[in-house]
């Protein structure tokens, strides 16, 4: 089997064949056959070991953890029983809007159904706030480079603001 690609990935590299196979070769032990290859080939002109990630692959890699943060600080402050009560709350109250539209009657909510839906609209404008911001970090991601994409911690209050 030849080497077609090298990937560094810390304490061992990952080793793509020519047919498609993968192994991990441990960098600790330079007795170590497969690792011998390895540094041949490495020594090699134009071979050179890949970092982890290319440049779309680890832009992908932070595009799935800001999804990811996304959906936790949402349901962090808006949990999903939360969610699910306030869509149920709500339908009732538009379907007794909707019984009386029918009957060419006038609906009029109370106080507690008029806090519901404003509680509702909060929570909706916070989850849409969260969403819009992830979303700007999805795309600010296009003009980092791979130092600046291997910094990025989607997690940090900081980007959220």
Do not use: C
């Amino acid at each position: 089997m030849e080497i077609n690609i090298v990937k560094d990935l810390g304490d061992f590299y990952l080793v793509i064949y020519n047919n498609g196979n993968k192994s991990d070769v441990p960098k600790i032990n330079p007795t170590n056959r497969d690792y011998r290859k390895v540094q041949e080939w490495l020594s090699i002109e134009g071979n050179n070991a890949l970092p982890k990630y290319t440049l779309l692959e680890l832009k992908d890699v932070r595009i799935v953890e800001i999804k990811a943060e996304a959906g936790k600080r949402i349901t962090e402050i808006y949990p999903e029983w939360k969610q699910r009560n306030h869509m149920a709350a709500v339908a009732d109250i538009h379907n007794k809007e909707l019984i009386a539209l029918k009957a060419n009657t006038v609906y009029t909510p109370s106080e507690d159904e008029v806090a519901t839906i404003t509680a509702a609209q909060t929570a909706k404008n916070q989850v849409f706030t969260i969403r819009a911001r992830s979303n700007e970090l999805e795309a600010s991601l296009d003009s980092m480079t791979q130092t600046q994409l291997e910094a990025f911690d989607p997690t940090n209050d900081s980007n959220w603001i």
